[in-house]
């Protein structure tokens, strides 16, 4: 019995020196620990990668809205949107972590920000025990827009419906710039085609790309520019109707009607020429020719081009009308009408603030400009017109106004 109890005391004081033992305690010491590092290793390589793709969610969101904020989006529909593209994204995420989002416009000076900010929790190993609650983060992107899309067309009016409005199968293309309005865009027949299209209120019918609602109002750009009128007519008068012959007027001011007929012609001479009391009509054959002009017409004077009559004109290239090709008096709210299939060029601003453009028939017009700019209170095309805004400022010395034509263009992220 002794010999049994020394031997079971000798096994015990050498089982502490057995490499078997200490292997055996080691493992037995080690295993939870390890487990912990391996668990805790693979949970961190998860929050990494569900952490980049919120960066990356958010990047995204934050560029779309600073893009929205570049057209003039109202800031709230901006921040909705964006709002709507991050939940989009976490709709689609299978096993995504709970997230809290929110979005905001910063307005640094002239700057607009668009601010996304992302919070995130993973649970962890040990049922959240391991750090206490689950793995927390968080994820910032702010975007500035660094520009715009060339704005060509403005439909001013804030109270009409329809301020853009296309019937039967007629056409507005403008493949390179914006065109906005200022309340609804209604097209019932035909077709808008242009880099983007936006409206404060409505936007209906075939129009590319799809265009964008809840925009805010444009200003007119053009509202301090002084359209003088009641001025004295030109000493040399050629109003009147006219059916053949050159007619030249010289800058100044043209009193009463100006009607060419069969194949009569019409030259402005360089410089500023004020239309008053009477308006200028084309029809038949007849041409209306001038570069480096600008034609102006009052509250009882338009514009009306019809049958096949050519027009050919290019915009002043200098002064205080530099860019301007075509512009009524601010109390004027005549419809300005276009009906020929021959208004080939007009290079410059048209524009109308208190009055319709309206293009009918089977009218082309402005496709040879170089770039042509329309600033009226409303817009109607019907029939089966074609009006297309081209964009080529560089090809052109005529000069755009201020506060349309070009501006920069795109997004970024900000550091």
Same mark, same amino acid.
């Given at each position: 019995?002794?010999?049994? =109890?020394?031997?079971?005391?000798?096994?015990?004081?050498?089982?502490?020196?057995?490499? !078997?033992?200490?292997?055996?305690?080691?493992?037995?010491?080690?295993?939870?620990?390890?487990?912990?590092?391996?668990?805790?290793?693979? /949970?961190?390589?998860?929050?990494?990668?569900?952490?980049?793709?919120?960066?990356?969610?958010?990047?995204?969101?934050?560029?779309?809205?600073?893009?929205?904020?570049?057209?003039?989006?109202?800031?709230?529909?901006?921040?909705?949107?964006?709002?709507?593209?991050?939940?989009?994204?976490?709709?689609?995420?299978?096993?995504?972590?709970?997230?809290?989002?929110?979005?905001?416009?910063?307005?640094?000076?002239?700057?607009?920000?668009?601010?996304?900010?992302?919070? !995130?929790?993973?649970?962890?190993?040990?049922?959240?025990?391991?750090?206490?609650?689950?793995?927390?983060?968080?994820?910032?992107?702010?975007?500035?827009? &660094?520009?715009?899309?060339?704005?060509?067309?403005?439909?001013?009016?804030?109270?009409?419906?329809?301020?853009?409005?296309?019937?039967?199968?007629?056409?507005?293309?403008?493949?390179?710039?914006? $065109?906005?309005?200022?309340?609804?865009?209604?097209?019932?027949?035909?077709?808008?085609?242009?880099?983007?299209?936006?409206? &404060?209120?409505?936007?209906?019918?075939?129009?590319?790309?799809?265009?964008?609602?809840?925009?805010?109002?444009?200003?007119?750009?053009?509202?301090?520019?002084?359209?003088?009128?009641?001025?004295?007519?030109?000493?040399?008068?050629?109003?009147?109707?006219?059916?053949?012959?050159?007619?030249?007027?010289?800058?100044?001011?043209?009193?009463?009607?100006?009607?060419?007929?069969?194949?009569?012609?019409?030259?402005?001479?360089? !410089?500023?020429?004020?239309?008053?009391?009477?308006?200028?009509?084309?029809?038949?054959?007849?041409?209306?020719?001038?570069? /480096?002009?600008?034609?102006?017409?009052?509250?009882?004077?338009?514009?009306?081009?019809?049958?096949?009559?050519?027009?050919?004109?290019? !915009?002043?290239?200098?002064?205080?009308?530099?860019?301007?090709?075509?512009?009524?008096?601010?109390?004027?709210?005549?419809?300005?009408?276009?009906?020929?299939?021959?208004?080939?060029?007009?290079?410059?601003?048209?524009?109308?603030?208190?009055?319709?453009?309206? &293009?009918?028939?089977?009218?082309?017009?402005?496709?040879?400009?170089?770039?042509? $700019?329309?600033?009226?209170?409303?817009?109607?095309?019907?029939?089966?017109?074609?009006? &297309?805004?081209?964009?080529?400022?560089?090809?052109?010395?005529?000069? =755009?106004?201020?506060?349309?034509?070009?501006?920069?263009?795109?997004?970024?992220?900000?550091?």
């Amino acid at each position: 019995m002794m010999r049994s =109890v020394n031997s079971l005391w000798t096994r015990m004081r050498a089982f502490p020196r057995h490499e !078997g033992g200490q292997i055996a305690l080691i493992f037995a010491i080690g295993l939870p620990v390890l487990a912990m590092v391996v668990a805790g290793g693979i /949970d961190l390589t998860r929050v990494a990668a569900d952490r980049s793709r919120m960066q990356d969610i958010a990047d995204a969101a934050a560029l779309a809205g600073a893009t929205e904020l570049a057209l003039i989006i109202r800031e709230d529909v901006a921040v909705a949107r964006v709002d709507g593209m991050v939940e989009s994204n976490i709709g689609e995420w299978g096993n995504a972590p709970e997230i809290v989002h929110q979005a905001q416009v910063i307005e640094d000076g002239p700057r607009r920000i668009m601010e996304v900010r992302m919070d !995130g929790v993973s649970p962890s190993f040990f049922m959240n025990l391991l750090p206490p609650g689950g793995w927390r983060y968080s994820v910032v992107s702010r975007a500035v827009s &660094v520009g715009q899309t060339p704005l060509c067309v403005i439909a001013s009016a804030s109270s009409d419906t329809k301020v853009i409005n296309l019937l039967n199968s007629s056409r507005l293309r403008a493949p390179e710039c914006l $065109v906005h309005s200022n309340q609804d865009i209604i097209v019932e027949g035909g077709r808008i085609e242009a880099e983007l299209v936006q409206a &404060v209120g409505r936007a209906t019918g075939q129009i590319s790309p799809a265009p964008g609602t809840g925009a805010a109002e444009i200003a007119d750009p053009f509202e301090t520019m002084e359209i003088l009128e009641g001025q004295r007519c030109s000493r040399s008068r050629h109003n009147g109707s006219y059916s053949t012959g050159v007619i030249r007027l010289e800058p100044g001011v043209h009193c009463g009607a100006h009607i060419l007929s069969g194949n009569a012609r019409l030259e402005l001479a360089p !410089g500023e020429h004020w239309f008053q009391n009477g308006s200028l009509v084309l029809k038949d054959d007849s041409e209306l020719v001038g570069t /480096d002009v600008v034609a102006f017409f009052d509250r009882a004077s338009r514009f009306e081009f019809r049958d096949r009559a050519e027009v050919n004109l290019d !915009g002043r290239k200098s002064g205080v009308f530099a860019g301007m090709v075509l512009v009524a008096s601010r109390n004027n709210q005549q419809d300005f009408i276009i009906t020929s299939e021959h208004v080939e060029r007009l290079l410059g601003v048209i524009y109308v603030p208190a009055a319709r453009l309206v &293009v009918e028939g089977r009218a082309e017009v402005a496709r040879e400009s170089a770039w042509t $700019v329309i600033v009226a209170r409303m817009i109607q095309l019907k029939g089966s017109p074609s009006l &297309v805004i081209n964009a080529d400022y560089d090809a052109s010395d005529v000069p =755009v106004p201020s506060g349309v034509g070009p501006r920069q263009a795109g997004s970024r992220l900000l550091d």
